[in-house]
């Protein structure tokens, strides 16, 4: 069964990656060397002995109890049956029901520790059991694109084509969507399960659901794509290694959606490229609409492609698949309608999920795992926090340090796409449960961490952003909203160190008044509270930020620096 959770935010706008331009992170920084500041990198000014000492006294050995009862498979109704609290750091989301995975803004005062230099960290031992037997690689795939293009509809087909939603829950869903009038929306209503997202007739958080292919382990993540909610689509597709961005053929919808004043297929696109996607499946939807007509997907697919290529999408990496998920065309096996097979002989949409190339993950390091959802049961002093492995690995009986409380724990057990194992590894979506440790200190944007290795905690960065169609230009103390992982945080402005030229990363002018519109620029910020974060040269799942104003979302960077804790 999919899974609903709630990623709670608040995004917009354009973006082209950083990982594209010809030039490397640590170039055109001479403003460090001729431009001295008083403000110093976070550094290794703790030993790894006075660290290893401190949390040594807790790292008593203790055998493991049986794992838990699953709790990543627990639908949101059967939660509230168990008294579970949900809670975020003081921001809530679009949702305050259960599953909430939102990022949260951070207001606690924990204390702000500097992390050992994770750059010269000892390759980590590993042995995942589990994983290694297991021949398929796990691939985290976003469903993403503009408003009723069709995307749950999509996701549930392809779910109950490949087994994953039965004929009797099927039924379950048509029954309800005609008593409602909605005939046509009972496959959506398989991934958008609460009350208001059935009743507006759109999706309002991420659901996650599983199914393999012949090559991989899928985590899907259905997006939702109205404006309003493209927070919650942010903070749930950063955890995607390629996406689908479904587009409606449809007559005027495709054009609502690539149109520059708020389509969110535009949109979308952009933002699914900030977060490191590479690999992109454009599935035109709704092809039954148009008569399954070649010349519309010629013009989608070559106003589109330029549109992609602009945002350094490589041709290669793109896979053009139309398809109409109502009358499952194209979905799992190749299309039945004449119209559609008259001119097209590619592959259907699970042969291009197949044909992906695998994503490179990083086992070596020590383990981080943002935590973008938790289950808290006070009771038993055990909390159950969900995420995506990062880096490094996790076996049931593991010692872990919450950051920034510092705070130790048991990994009692590990669930993998609803299953118990005993071990799980970077790139896994992983529910992991903990024990011997205050519930009241865990929250959602808390890093689990190797003990001996915390992530720097700070509220002072170095960002290298592109700006993106912004009216109003920044200056040195404009307020903004600042996006991380699985955090959201108030940020000001305090530096505008340099303009750089978007081609070779190198400084074209230092220290400008202001910026404007599609510049990339060095700057430097300081935030509200303090914040889990890494170097995006270290870690790029928790380097990667986005800086929002106004509603809209303004710039979208690295961080370059962790920089000293400003009081």
């Given at each position: 069964m999919p899974r609903k959770v709630n990623y709670?935010?608040?995004?917009?706008?354009?973006?082209?990656?950083?990982?594209?331009?010809?030039?490397?992170y640590d170039d055109g920084h001479e403003y460090a060397e001729t431009n001295a500041t008083s403000d110093k990198v976070v550094q290794s000014n703790v030993s790894k002995k006075e660290i290893a000492g401190e949390v040594k006294k807790e790292l008593?050995?203790?055998?493991?109890?049986?794992?838990?009862?699953?709790?990543?498979?627990?639908?949101?109704?059967?939660?509230?049956?168990?008294?579970?609290?949900?809670?975020?750091?003081?921001?809530?989301?679009?949702?305050?029901?259960v599953g909430s995975m939102s990022v949260s803004s951070n207001p606690r005062n924990a204390e702000s520790r500097i992390a050992p230099s994770r750059s010269q960290t000892k390759p980590q031992k590993i042995v995942c059991t589990d994983q290694l037997e297991d021949k398929l690689n796990q691939l985290n795939l976003a469903i993403v694109g503009h408003v009723?293009?069709?995307?749950?509809?999509?996701?549930?087909?392809?779910?109950h084509l490949l087994g994953q939603i039965s004929q009797k829950e099927m039924h379950k869903y048509e029954k309800e969507a005609k008593q409602q009038g909605k005939g046509s929306f009972a496959y959506a209503w398989a991934l958008d399960e609460s009350a208001e997202e059935r009743e507006r007739g759109i999706t309002m958080t991420?659901?996650?659901?599983?199914?393999?292919?012949?090559?991989?382990?899928?985590?899907?993540?259905?997006?939702?794509?109205?404006?309003?909610?493209?927070?919650?689509?942010?903070?749930?597709?950063?955890?995607?290694?390629?996406?689908?961005?479904?587009?409606?053929?449809?007559?005027?919808?495709?054009?609502?959606?690539?149109?520059?004043?708020?389509?969110?297929?535009?949109?979308?696109?952009?933002?699914?490229?900030?977060?490191?996607?590479?690999?992109?499946?454009?599935?035109?939807?709704?092809?039954?609409?148009?008569?399954?007509?070649?010349?519309?997907?010629?013009?989608?697919?070559?106003?589109?492609?330029?549109?992609?290529?602009?945002?350094?999408f490589k041709d290669s990496s793109v896979l053009w698949i139309p398809l109409s998920a109502m009358e499952n065309q194209n979905l799992v096996t190749s299309p039945s309608?004449?119209?559609?097979?008259?001119?097209?002989?590619?592959?259907?949409?699970?042969?291009?999920?197949?044909s992906l190339q695998p994503p490179q993950r990083d086992y070596s390091k020590p383990i981080l795992m943002p935590i973008c959802d938790l289950v808290k049961l006070p009771s038993q002093g055990q909390v159950s926090v969900c995420g995506k492995l990062e880096t490094g690995a996790l076996q049931t009986g593991d010692k872990v340090l919450v950051m920034p409380s510092r705070e130790m724990a048991t990994v009692r057990s590990l669930e993998h796409n609803s299953q118990v194992c005993n071990s799980a590894k970077a790139g896994d979506n992983v529910t992991v449960n903990l024990q011997g440790i205050d519930v009241n200190r865990v929250m959602a944007g808390d890093v689990l961490c190797h003990p001996e290795y915390p992530i720097a905690v700070t509220n002072h960065l170095e960002l290298k952003i592109l700006l993106l169609d912004i009216a109003v230009p920044i200056l040195i103390g404009s307020q903004l909203e600042f996006h991380v992982h699985h955090v959201k945080e108030a940020a000001r402005v305090v530096r505008i160190l340099s303009l750089l030229d978007p081609k070779t990363g190198k400084e074209t002018k230092k220290s400008p008044r202001c910026l404007l519109a599609k510049q990339n620029a060095i700057i430097e910020v300081v935030l509200q509270g303090i914040i889990c974060v890494e170097e995006h040269s270290k870690c790029k799942g928790l380097g990667r930020v986005s800086l929002r104003a106004s509603g809209r979302t303004i710039a979208l960077g690295l961080v370059t620096r962790v920089l000293e804790k400003k009081e």
């Amino acid at each position: 069964m999919p899974r609903k959770v709630n990623y709670g935010v608040d995004y917009e706008e354009d973006f082209y990656d950083y990982e594209d331009y010809n030039y490397d992170y640590d170039d055109g920084h001479e403003y460090a060397e001729t431009n001295a500041t008083s403000d110093k990198v976070v550094q290794s000014n703790v030993s790894k002995k006075e660290i290893a000492g401190e949390v040594k006294k807790e790292l008593v050995s203790e055998e493991p109890t049986s794992p838990s009862t699953s709790t990543a498979k627990v639908r949101r109704d059967n939660m509230k049956d168990r008294g579970s609290s949900i809670e975020t750091r003081g921001y809530h989301g679009v949702m305050s029901n259960v599953g909430s995975m939102s990022v949260s803004s951070n207001p606690r005062n924990a204390e702000s520790r500097i992390a050992p230099s994770r750059s010269q960290t000892k390759p980590q031992k590993i042995v995942c059991t589990d994983q290694l037997e297991d021949k398929l690689n796990q691939l985290n795939l976003a469903i993403v694109g503009h408003v009723d293009s069709g995307k749950s509809t999509l996701s549930g087909r392809l779910l109950h084509l490949l087994g994953q939603i039965s004929q009797k829950e099927m039924h379950k869903y048509e029954k309800e969507a005609k008593q409602q009038g909605k005939g046509s929306f009972a496959y959506a209503w398989a991934l958008d399960e609460s009350a208001e997202e059935r009743e507006r007739g759109i999706t309002m958080t991420v659901a996650v659901a599983y199914f393999n292919t012949k090559s991989y382990r899928v985590v899907l993540l259905d997006s939702p794509g109205h404006r309003d909610f493209v927070p919650n689509m942010i903070s749930g597709a950063t955890q995607a290694d390629a996406a689908i961005l479904v587009v409606d053929a449809s007559i005027g919808a495709f054009e609502a959606g690539i149109d520059v004043s708020g389509g969110q297929t535009r949109e979308h696109a952009q933002l699914i490229k900030s977060f490191g996607v590479d690999q992109i499946i454009i599935a035109i939807n709704k092809m039954d609409v148009v008569g399954y007509s070649k010349e519309r997907f010629d013009t989608i697919k070559n106003q589109l492609g330029t549109f992609l290529r602009a945002c350094k999408f490589k041709d290669s990496s793109v896979l053009w698949i139309p398809l109409s998920a109502m009358e499952n065309q194209n979905l799992v096996t190749s299309p039945s309608d004449a119209r559609l097979l008259s001119w097209f002989q590619g592959s259907c949409l699970l042969d291009a999920i197949d044909s992906l190339q695998p994503p490179q993950r990083d086992y070596s390091k020590p383990i981080l795992m943002p935590i973008c959802d938790l289950v808290k049961l006070p009771s038993q002093g055990q909390v159950s926090v969900c995420g995506k492995l990062e880096t490094g690995a996790l076996q049931t009986g593991d010692k872990v340090l919450v950051m920034p409380s510092r705070e130790m724990a048991t990994v009692r057990s590990l669930e993998h796409n609803s299953q118990v194992c005993n071990s799980a590894k970077a790139g896994d979506n992983v529910t992991v449960n903990l024990q011997g440790i205050d519930v009241n200190r865990v929250m959602a944007g808390d890093v689990l961490c190797h003990p001996e290795y915390p992530i720097a905690v700070t509220n002072h960065l170095e960002l290298k952003i592109l700006l993106l169609d912004i009216a109003v230009p920044i200056l040195i103390g404009s307020q903004l909203e600042f996006h991380v992982h699985h955090v959201k945080e108030a940020a000001r402005v305090v530096r505008i160190l340099s303009l750089l030229d978007p081609k070779t990363g190198k400084e074209t002018k230092k220290s400008p008044r202001c910026l404007l519109a599609k510049q990339n620029a060095i700057i430097e910020v300081v935030l509200q509270g303090i914040i889990c974060v890494e170097e995006h040269s270290k870690c790029k799942g928790l380097g990667r930020v986005s800086l929002r104003a106004s509603g809209r979302t303004i710039a979208l960077g690295l961080v370059t620096r962790v920089l000293e804790k400003k009081e």
